[in-house]
């Protein structure tokens, strides 16, 4: 089983995979609500991700991928506020520190960069390449939030994915 996450402080999108980590089985955004801490939400994420491997991982070795933040040396790769970076890196500490104390079937951790998984895609060409990597049955296994603005962090976790099962955007 794979899970790849798209870690965001605010919203983080998560991905399961079966068939030894090929088959999208659901995706979907976590968004914190304002009166939940950084640290808070990201054991709140970590509790699902482990809860939801416990019931279904039935393949023994569990794969987690998440995306580590980047910082981008060019201006115009740059977005918002590049101290945001740090918060996020942060959080994928947190995350990672609480996947460990839960209660998991053995596994690994993966941590690829933006540029390592789906290159310098525009958003909407990465999104255009990974709903065609789906099949219409998976497309419909994927939940996302309310806000338009989330949505990249479900598409990105399940392109973490993709990207981590060969099935490239890339290419």
């Known amino acids: 089983m794979r899970i790849s996450i798209d870690p965001g402080v605010n919203?983080?999108?998560?991905?399961?995979?079966?068939?030894?980590?090929?088959?999208?089985l659901g995706a979907c955004g976590f968004r914190r609500s304002a009166n939940v801490s950084k640290e808070e939400f990201a054991n709140m994420i970590a509790t699902a991700v482990a809860s939801t491997a416990r019931q279904t991982n039935k393949e023994g070795e569990l794969q987690i991928i998440i995306e580590f933040?980047?910082?981008?040396?060019?201006?115009?790769q740059q977005k918002g506020d590049q101290n945001d970076l740090l918060h996020l890196a942060y959080f994928v500490?947190?995350?990672?520190?609480?996947?460990?104390?839960?209660?998991l079937p053995p596994f690994s951790v993966f941590l690829p960069l933006p540029r390592q998984w789906k290159g310098q895609?525009?958003?909407?060409?990465?999104?255009?390449?990974?709903?065609k990597k789906l099949s219409a049955e998976e497309v419909?296994?994927?939940?996302l939030p309310s806000a338009k603005s989330l949505?990249?962090?479900?598409?990105?976790?399940?392109?973490?994915?993709?990207?981590?099962?060969k099935r490239a955007l890339c290419r």
């Open 11 to 24: 919203c983080t999108g998560v991905a399961w995979w079966a068939g030894r980590g090929t088959v999208l």
């Open 69 to 76: 933040p980047q910082a981008y040396h060019e201006r115009a």
């Open 93 to 103: 500490g947190l995350l990672h520190a609480d996947l460990i104390q839960q209660e």
């Open 121 to 131: 895609l525009d958003k909407d060409v990465s999104l255009l390449r990974i709903t």
């Open 140 to 143: 419909a296994q994927v939940e």
């Open 151 to 165: 949505h990249h962090n479900v598409w990105d976790a399940v392109g973490i994915g993709l990207w981590k099962t």
